[in-house]
C-alpha cells in the first residue's frame, strides 16, 4: 500500500535548466508535505515544505507546488546545479505524526 | 551543536546473530523515530519512541525487532537472530517542533 508515489526513479536535466520532481498521494488525511534530498551514504536531509493549506512554497531555487484536488505535488529547482545531483524523496504526514516516504527520484545534473 | 548520531556506521552480522543500532538524538529532543530502507526502495516507517515510552511500533516485524528509549543513553534498536533480508540501511530521526525532522547518518547492517 503505497500511499506516497513517486513515479520517476530517474530524471537528468541539463545544468542551468529547470528540475521538477513529482509526487503523488492517496491519503487525503496528510497535511503537511516535505522534499528531502539524500545523497549516497548519509541520512535524508531537508530540503522544503508545505503546508495542506497553501499551494506553493519557495525557497532560493527551490519552490514545491501543491495540488490537492490532483493529491500532487512538486519540487521546481531552477536553476539546476551539479551538486543538486541525489536522490529526492517526497514525504507526507498529518497530525506530526510519522512520515510516509516515496521511493525516490534520482537526479543527475548534466554539466 | 551535535546532530543526529548514529552508531556504527556499518555492521556485519552473520545469520543467526544479534544486532544492535544506537541513535542518539539532538540535544533536547524527546521523539525517535527508526526507518528502514532496504536497496532501491524508500524509507519504511519502523517505530515512534518517546523517553521510556513506544508510542508507534505499527511498522516494526512481529518477531526478532525491537526497540527502546531509556531515560538515559540512547535509543536502541535490536534485531535478534538476523536473516539476510535484514540487511539494510536503518535510519534513526529525532523531532521537535522548533526544528523538525533531523536524520542521522544510518547504520548500514549487512547480514552475511
Known amino acids: 500500500d503505497q500511499q506516497v508515489k513517486q513515479n520517476s526513479p530517474s530524471l537528468s536535466v541539463q545544468e542551468g535548466r529547470i528540475s521538477i520532481l513529482n509526487c503523488d498521494y492517496t491519503?487525503?488525511?496528510?497535511?503537511?508535505f516535505l522534499w528531502y534530498k539524500k545523497y549516497p551514504a548519509e541520512g535524508p536531509t531537508f530540503l522544503i515544505s508545505?503546508?495542506?493549506?497553501?499551494d506553493k512554497n519557495e525557497d532560493g531555487r527551490f519552490t514545491v507546488f501543491l495540488n490537492k484536488s490532483a493529491k500532487h505535488l512538486s519540487l521546481h529547482i531552477v536553476p539546476s546545479q551539479p551538486g543538486d545531483s541525489a536522490v529526492y524523496f517526497c514525504?507526507?504526514?498529518?497530525?506530526?505524526?510519522?512520515?510516509?516516504f516515496g521511493t525516490g527520484t534520482r537526479l543527475t545534473i548534466i554539466p | 551543536n551535535a546532530g543526529v548520531m548514529q552508531n556504527p556506521r556499518h555492521l556485519v552480522r552473520r545469520r543467526g546473530q544479534e544486532a544492535r543500532l544506537r541513535c542518539s538524538p539532538m540535544k533536547g529532543h524527546s521523539h525517535v523515530y527508526w526507518y528502514r530502507q532496504l536497496p532501491e526502495e524508500g524509507l519504511k516507517f519502523m517505530v515512534y519512541l518517546q523517553k521510556e515510552n513506544i508510542i508507534d511500533e505499527s511498522g516494526m516485524p512481529k518477531e526478532r525487532f525491537s526497540a527502546e528509549f531509556p531515560k538515559e543513553g540512547p535509543s536502541i534498536l535490536r534485531i535478534q537472530q538476523v536473516v539476510r533480508g535484514d540487511s539494510a540501511a536503518y535510519f534513526c530521526a529525532s523531532y521537535s517542533e522548533g526544528t523538525g525532522y533531523t536524520f542521522g547518518s544510518g547504520t548500514r547492517l549487512t547480514v552475511v
Open positions: 508545505i503546508s495542506s493549506i497553501k
Open positions: 491519503n487525503s488525511m496528510f497535511d503537511y
Open positions: 514525504a507526507a504526514n498529518f497530525g506530526n505524526e510519522k512520515l510516509t
